[in-house]
């Protein structure tokens, strides 16, 4: 059951972490662009706009998640007292 929960409470912490992260980016691509992100399905916004969104909102929440699991196994498994020793 403990198992059930933990897997509960890490799957709500990486919604809202993709939730927060997204916005950051979105903040970050209008301080640096002076635009707010393109619609990349608008076929009226260049390609090389569209493609450099991907790009950023892409590799952004792709580390976000990374960095978020990495740290959820790591606190996870240390709670978890070792059957080897």
Do not use: C
Not at 45 to 73: C, D, E, K, N
């Amino acid at each position: 059951m403990e198992r059930v929960v933990e897997r509960i409470y890490t799957a709500i912490l990486s919604a809202l972490v993709t939730f927060a992260v997204s916005l950051v980016i979105k903040k970050a691509w209008t301080a640096v662009t002076g635009n707010q992100p393109p619609n990349a399905n608008d076929p009226e916004v260049p390609t090389r706009q569209a493609v450099s969104w991907f790009l950023a909102s892409g590799i952004g929440l792709g580390v976000a998640q990374l960095l978020f699991h990495r740290g959820m196994t790591k606190r996870l498994s240390a709670r978890v007292p070792s059957r080897l020793g």
